[in-house]
Nanobody, 124 residues
Framework: QVQLVESGGTLVQAGGSLRLSCAAS????????MAWFRQAPGKEREFVAAISWSGGTTSYSDSVKGRFMISRDNAKSTVYLQMNSLKPDDTAVYYCAARQAPAPSAALPTYNYWGQGTQVTVSS
């Protein structure tokens, strides 16, 4: 019902910044809670950040809190992840996800729609 396409992933040096984008189509974007997850080689996919329907409530994992910021522009059907002070262990494929609920959640199984992922590599 929703198609998600991530973009913006690239190679960046430690301490640098990067902004990822996720464009949504297929359903009314504002009806969905949006989130970012990431998966590093050999590791499980983990929660990064989420944002409510209205954008008024956000949630972050402890590992990125204070460094990353999630935002959304419902008029553009796009969610963003601003990543600052990047570390080598931020290296992962970053996935955009959506769920039909108003509140953010860190629970991966609750997200029904996923993008293809975009690679972020942070060099030391």
């Amino acid at each position: 019902q929703v198609q998600l396409v991530e973009s913006g992933g690239t190679l960046v040096q430690a301490g640098g910044s990067l902004r990822l984008s996720c464009a949504a189509s297929g359903r009314t974007f504002s009806w969905y809670t949006m989130a970012w997850f990431r998966q590093a080689p050999g590791k499980e996919r983990e929660f990064v950040a989420a944002i409510s329907w209205s954008g008024g409530t956000t949630s972050y994992s402890d590992s990125v809190k204070g460094r990353f910021m999630i935002s959304r522009d419902n008029a553009k059907s796009t969610v963003y992840l601003q990543m600052n002070s990047l570390k080598p262990d931020d290296t992962a494929v970053y996935y955009c996800a959506a769920r039909q609920a108003p509140a953010p959640s860190a629970a991966l199984p609750t997200y029904n729609y996923w993008g293809q992922g975009t690679q972020v590599t942070v060099s030391s």
